[in-house]
């Protein structure tokens, strides 16, 4: 089969495509022949291997383990190992092909990939491959950090900064699915598109700076982290949320080492002296229920995708490259 590999950590440039086997499923896995599959900021950090940290995530220290990059698939159920029962070949499926909270190379850019069924969904009928190929990771993020933030009622007032990215986007409408007032925060570029996914309010970051304002709200989804938890506090309710995803911005932010892990670690041990912060867990999520809920606000279209470019396979780097320019609207997929 076709796919994009790469030898070692590095440049987006030092990938390649190439004829490699295809893999064989294990028991718990099923051999997915690939539609589509996500462009998103972690294969970025995964195939430069930065910060240092999650080469102990069980991507490999020295050298990946495995060298096809791509964690987020849709695509059509080819063969099932021993011991599946609930999918089928012929099946449309999506989700993650990587287990628990690993931070590695999972497959997804190639033509076939195997991946554990306790991550996969049945495609809703009413999106395309793209579009379900765009959600897995950002949705399991935005839908985890929502809930440990106590997910947003109906009518409180919920701010998304970096709202028009992958994760932003569905976080926005996450949570207007749960009956929140949205305001997105991003540049003015991408106003229109976060109107039209239902943002009530659009700020743009370079022209105000909402911390400094009067509004008040009762959830504040940092995607973009680059707020500080102290100048948020004066615009959250007594029991309003910060949460803070951790985004490193390619290498811009963070730390070399740990990324924004020390930053995590630090709201963490801030968390039993304020009501401002969630509780955090290290621990690995379900992503198998997960994804069933991602299914079904997908398939009431509660959850629309938004997929700004698509990109043949071969052209992966130039895929990544734009991801890192800070313009996407919504979400890129490379097309096996």
């Excluded at 294990?26 to 999650?54: C, F, K, Q, T």
């Excluded at 028009?164 to 949570?175: E, M």
């Excluded at 811009?252 to 401002?276: D, E, K």
Aim: proline share 7%; with cysteine; charged share 20%.
């Amino acid at each position: 089969m076709r796919a994009i590999v790469q030898d070692k950590y590095g440049s987006i440039d030092d990938l390649s495509l190439a004829e490699v086997p295809a893999p064989v499923p294990a028991a718990d896995e099923v051999l997915v022949r690939v539609r589509a599959a996500s462009v998103h900021a972690d294969v970025w950090h995964v195939v430069n291997g930065y910060p240092y940290i999650l080469r102990l995530m069980g991507q490999g220290f020295r050298r990946p383990k495995n060298p096809i990059p791509g964690t987020d698939m849709a695509g059509v159920v080819e063969t099932v190992g021993e011991n599946v029962t609930a999918f089928a070949p012929g099946d449309p499926v999506f989700g993650e092909t990587v287990r628990g909270l690993q931070w590695a190379n999972g497959g997804a850019y190639a033509e076939y990939v195997s991946a554990p069924t306790d991550a996969l969904a049945l495609k809703p009928a009413n999106i395309t491959f793209e579009q379900a190929a765009s959600v897995p990771s950002s949705g399991i993020i935005a839908l985890m950090n929502l809930r440990s933030a106590g997910l947003p009622n109906k009518g409180q007032k919920v701010l998304v900064n970096g709202a028009g990215g992958g994760v932003g986007t569905i976080a926005l409408q996450l949570a207007k699915a749960y009956g929140a007032e949205v305001t997105a925060v991003d540049v003015a570029e991408k106003r229109q598109m976060l109107l039209s996914l239902g943002a009530d309010r659009v700020i743009d970051y370079r022209q105000t700076d909402f911390t400094r304002g009067s509004e008040r709200y009762d959830l504040i989804f940092d995607v973009a982290s680059n707020l500080r938890f102290s100048d948020c506090q004066r615009v959250l309710t007594p029991e309003g949320k910060y949460v803070l995803i951790g985004h490193d911005h390619y290498g811009s932010q963070g730390r070399r080492i740990l990324g924004s892990m020390p930053r995590m670690v630090s709201l963490m041990a801030r968390r039993p002296f304020t009501h401002n912060l969630p509780t955090s867990s290290f621990s690995s999520p379900n992503k198998g229920e997960l994804m069933a809920v991602l299914r079904q606000l997908l398939e009431e279209g509660k959850i629309t995708p938004r997929i700004d470019r698509k990109y043949p396979l071969e052209r992966t780097p130039e895929a990544l490259q734009y991801l890192t320019e800070g313009r996407v609207l919504g979400k890129i997929v490379v097309v096996p």
